[in-house]
């Protein structure tokens, strides 16, 4: 009766195969031994209509990835059990011997991976994502109220870099300390370096982080190094974005002029969800940073690492230090640039008027249409994408673009010319949105959906939709899902598909 539709291939991890409970289990230890699908068939479900959407859909979203299976089955281990507070040598628990073993290993990998020498690098793999590393790193770096300069939210920089709002201290990052948002040039949407420096002058910043989770370009670490040598500041990369375009050589690599680099592993890296913090181990004015780092992780912003995750990261940079790593990287940002060219080609308007990494900033404006209407639209359609800030938008509450990112494709094997016929279900939804703006008669997004969602006579935008929902349906189902035995999978109870 419990179809195990789409769970992850076990069959590598004997472990974890269904062991049953004896005959002397008493009934509160039973349930120990049950699967999931058994244990608890709505969560299971519910797992199964996720596999299935995204088996049945295009996922765009730029921070997204399809990780591996052997990062989900590390993810899904006995290590979840163990508790290790402190670092590999240093615990304040027993038993983690191996432990130990693996986040040593973790460590080593994560060096290799980005080219780093150990003499002048470490790094710690326990933050359990990006924001949480973000503000350990902070927190290693500067005092209560010190000053920091990061790329501003609208311009495609990160919420933890400092974000506030006229009536509201949004964030840790704004609450605990000073900042000023940098931004774009608005001739050339690049990063403008000429103002971050004008506004060093004046601010004297302790740090400048740089790095962003809407940005199409590669950075100008050298001269970002240039401006905090002047103030004495720290300068730390957020590559959460980037990661494994930089570790595949794509991009060029912050390491070479940062003290600090943050990351997260589950954006173009591929793994689980988690965050890095690199520091620099030979630094003249802060011989101590190592020590400041990891003390900040733990005892200061966390507790008890999450071993299993730690376990997930070191087989994903296993991955990343291998030569096909170099290929895909290369692949993602060539599909990005394929839709960027694409888009270009049917004249509209792209932030930067390209991409270098592996998302595009679409620039709606042009249309009368806004990146919310295009979000929902796509939604209906099975492309997942959002909504975002395009620079030089009146209010962020009416985001004025899109933004599409090609990590995820990439993971299900597309190229450029699979792509391709994603830029063309790109180009439709717009023009679509556009028939169902008109047909709405009003500008409002629920007037929107209701066109797109209900047939109505005289009026042919419904019919587009569903048109092209079916293709992109039909499209999606074509590609692999790693960790999904997809030829067996089969529409789980609860999904109401018309074909
Ligand atoms: C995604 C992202 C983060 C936050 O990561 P979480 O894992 O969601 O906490 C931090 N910085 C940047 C630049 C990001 O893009």
Redesign the pocket.
């Known amino acids: 009766m419990f179809r195990l539709l789409s769970r992850p291939i076990r069959a590598s991890t004997p472990s974890l195969r269904r062991a049953m409970a004896s005959a002397t289990t008493p009934d509160y230890n039973k349930v120990l031994y049950t699967p999931l699908a058994q244990a608890d068939p709505e969560v299971q479900n519910i797992i199964d209509k996720e596999t299935w959407r995204q088996f049945s859909g295009l996922e765009l979203i730029a921070?997204e990835n399809l990780t591996s299976l052997s990062t989900m089955e590390a993810n899904g281990s006995i290590l979840t059990n163990k508790y290790s507070e402190g670092l590999p040598g240093a615990r304040y628990y027993g038993g983690n011997e191996w432990v130990d073993e693996l986040e040593v290993l973790c460590q080593k990998r994560a060096l290799q991976a980005f080219h780093l020498d150990p003499a002048k690098w470490g790094v710690n793999v326990q933050p359990y994502?990006?924001?949480?590393a973000?503000f350990a790193a902070l927190t290693a770096l500067l005092s209560p109220q010190d000053r920091l300069m990061g790329l501003g939210l609208p311009d495609g920089g990160?919420l933890?870099h400092g974000y506030y709002t006229a009536k509201k201290k949004m964030t840790a990052s704004s609450i605990y300390f000073q900042s000023l948002p940098y931004g774009l040039d608005p001739a050339t949407q690049h990063i403008d370096y000429k103002g971050v420096a004008s506004q060093a002058k004046i601010y004297k910043p302790r740090l400048i982080i740089c790095?962003?989770?809407a940005y199409p370009r590669d950075w100008d670490y050298k001269t970002l190094r240039t401006i905090a040598d002047e103030h004495g500041a720290f300068l730390m990369s957020?590559m959460?974005?980037i990661s494994g375009l930089v570790a595949g050589g794509e991009n060029s690599s912050p390491f070479d002029y940062c003290d600090v680099v943050t990351t997260?592993t589950h954006?173009t890296l591929r793994g689980p969800?988690a965050?890095l913090i690199f520091f620099r181990k030979d630094l003249e004015h802060a011989k101590d940073l190592e020590k400041r780092v990891n003390e900040a992780v733990f005892p200061a912003c966390q507790g008890g690492p999450h071993n299993n995750t730690i376990a997930g990261i070191a087989t994903t940079l296993l991955q990343a230090t291998q030569p096909t790593w170099k290929a895909y990287a290369k692949q993602v940002v060539k599909n990005a640039q394929t839709i960027a060219q694409e888009l270009v080609s049917h004249n509209y308007k792209l932030q930067t008027s390209g991409t270098e990494n592996h998302l595009v900033l679409w620039d709606l404006r042009p249309l009368g249409l806004t990146g919310s209407k295009l979000e929902k639209l796509c939604d209906i359609v099975g492309i997942t994408i959002n909504k975002n800030a395009v620079s030089g938008d009146a209010s962020a509450q009416v985001p004025g673009g899109i933004r599409i990112g090609t990590a995820a494709i990439t993971s299900r094997d597309m190229l450029e010319a699979d792509v391709k016929v994603v830029a063309d279900f790109l180009h439709r939804s717009v023009q679509i949105a556009l028939v169902l703006q008109k047909e709405a008669g009003s500008k409002l997004l629920k007037d929107f959906v209701r066109v797109a969602t209900t047939e109505q006579e005289g009026k042919e935008g419904y019919k587009l939709v569903q048109e092209l929902r079916r293709e992109v349906r039909a499209f999606a189902r074509k590609w692999p899902l790693p960790g999904v035995d997809v030829a067996n999978l089969k529409k789980p109870a609860g999904i109401e598909e018309d074909d």
């Not at 994502?129 to 949480?132: D, F, L, P, V």
């Open positions: 921070s994502s990006g924001s949480t973000n990160h933890t790095g962003a989770s957020d959460a974005h997260t954006k969800r965050g």
